[in-house]
């Protein structure tokens, strides 16, 4: 009975190719987050759902598009992939009237 | 947009002594300061939370402080254990979106 699930735990790929990563959540919750987590443990924001809309779009490469098919589920889908891609990605989810954001175990992407 | 300081990054301590990370932040609207725990491989977890109208909260060894003249918020490990080692961030927030500082690795020695 995970709370935020993504798949898959690890992935590894060649420069060029197009990835995608998935993250649904249990929670009932109704935002969703995706972060990007470098090798210097800095966590940043990319994006947010609620609801299935766009509300947060951080200053993020046009090669990373997110998709929300339902409020349960955000993927994150990225093209022509880059060594700079290379980090963690970690979902979170977030009720509504709460502040606790439930994170995901994270995906370890690497790009070669 | 918000800007969150931490220190420090890397921080050892004695088994049972306690420890400080403490943080600053730059936008004045901020009204929600959370502190996430990061073991190795997993995703972050909330720790311990406060909001602006409170000065203080504990929860058993983990307490927080915020002055919101200094914009200063610290957090605070008593009696510290093995399993205390990890990566800990702290975040300020007055929205859906939360800015997180830059983490600090604490390790406890036995």
């Known amino acids: 009975d995970t709370a935020v699930s993504q798949t898959p735990k690890y992935l590894v790929t060649q420069m060029g190719n197009d990835k995608s990563i998935k993250c649904e959540q249990n929670?009932?919750?109704?935002?969703m987050y995706w972060y990007k987590q470098d090798s210097k443990k800095f966590l940043k924001i990319m994006f947010s759902?609620?609801?299935?809309?766009?509300?947060i779009n951080e200053t993020v490469p046009n090669r990373f598009s997110p998709k929300s098919p339902d409020k349960a589920h955000l993927n994150l889908h990225i093209n022509s992939l880059e060594l700079g891609d290379s980090a963690v990605y970690f979902c979170?989810?977030?009720?509504?009237?709460?502040?606790?954001?439930?994170f995901g175990p994270g995906t370890r992407l690497t790009v070669l | 947009g918000e800007n969150v300081e931490q220190h420090p990054s890397t921080l050892s301590v004695q088994e049972g002594d306690s420890a400080v990370i403490k943080c600053t932040y730059s936008?004045?609207?901020?009204?929600?300061f959370p502190w996430y725990k990061q073991e190795l491989g997993k995703g972050p977890q909330l720790i311990i939370d406060?909001?602006?109208?409170?000065g203080e909260k504990k929860d058993q060894r983990i307490a927080v402080t915020l002055n919101k003249t200094a914009k200063h918020f610290s957090l605070h490990i008593t009696e510290t254990q093995p399993e205390d080692s990890a990566v800990y961030f702290c975040?300020?927030?007055?929205?859906?979106?939360?800015?997180f500082g830059t983490g600090t690795r604490l390790t406890i020695i036995p």
């Open positions: 759902y609620n609801n299935k809309e766009l509300i």
């Open positions: 406060i909001r602006s109208n409170v």
């Open positions: 975040a300020a927030s007055w929205s859906e979106k939360l800015t």
């Open positions: 979170a989810s977030l009720g509504q009237g709460y502040n606790e954001q439930f």
């Open positions: 936008d004045s609207a901020s009204n929600y």
């Open positions: 929670l009932g919750h109704d935002t």
